[in-house]
């Protein structure tokens, strides 16, 4: 799907086996270092409305909304999923961004990921694992919105410069929504300060 001016996304259903996510949902929920990070918000500190673990290679971290993380090492499984994305996309990734949204009262605001670290064009390919949620996008300048609903195993990969000229979100929902947990591999290419 072409984004304006030149992003595109690409949206795989069942990139992930069904059978196979339900397994590595549990497992991961169990087996990774999950934190309720404080985040910066209009001028004021509040904890993230979900929970979040980051991976990646040695010396790899990454800076958003006030807080640097670095990279715990890879696990098996982070690491088997990584090397098949890479072998279908053609890309390297060195890291991953964890979120688990427990219900439906979890979400991610309005943003786009334009940290400097992560180069002129990120490829920011995210893997879903669990309850669907809805995934809105809107234009910076205009009224140009897409929604997607992106369900277990569905790989969306966001590229170009849409990261650039749009912004995402995850919105909370009041219907009874079960755990989703969400894989964002990217690639950065320098330390944060």
């Known amino acids: 799907m072409p984004l304006a ?11 992930l086996d069904v059978d196979r996510t339900d397994v590595l949902r549990e497992k991961m929920l169990g087996s990774l270092d999950w934190d309720q990070r404080p985040i910066f918000m209009f001028g004021r500190k509040v904890l993230q409305p979900r929970l979040t673990a980051f991976h990646g290679d040695d010396h790899v971290a990454y800076r958003y909304s006030g807080q640097t993380l670095h990279a715990r090492p890879w696990t098996g499984d982070l690491s088997e999923i990584r090397e098949r994305l890479e072998a279908v996309l053609g890309i390297r990734f060195n890291s991953v961004l964890c979120n688990l949204y427990r219900d439906g009262r979890d979400s991610m605001g309005w943003h786009a990921d334009d940290e400097v670290e992560l180069g002129q064009n990120p ?8 309850a669907a949620r ?14 997607l609903v992106l369900r277990n195993g569905s790989l969306l990969v966001m ?9 995402h979100q995850v919105p909370r929902t009041a219907r009874p929504v079960g755990a989703r947990l969400n894989l964002t591999f990217r690639t ?3 330390r944060p300060l």
């Open 123 to 130: 490829v920011i390919a995210s893997i879903s694992l669990g």
């Open 159 to 167: 590229a170009g410069d849409c990261q650039h000229f749009w912004q």
């Open 134 to 147: 809805r995934f809105l996008l809107r234009a910076r300048q205009g009224d140009d919105r897409l929604e």
């Open 188 to 190: 950065v290419f320098r």
């Open 5 to 15: 001016p030149g992003g595109h996304l690409v949206l795989l259903e069942n990139f």
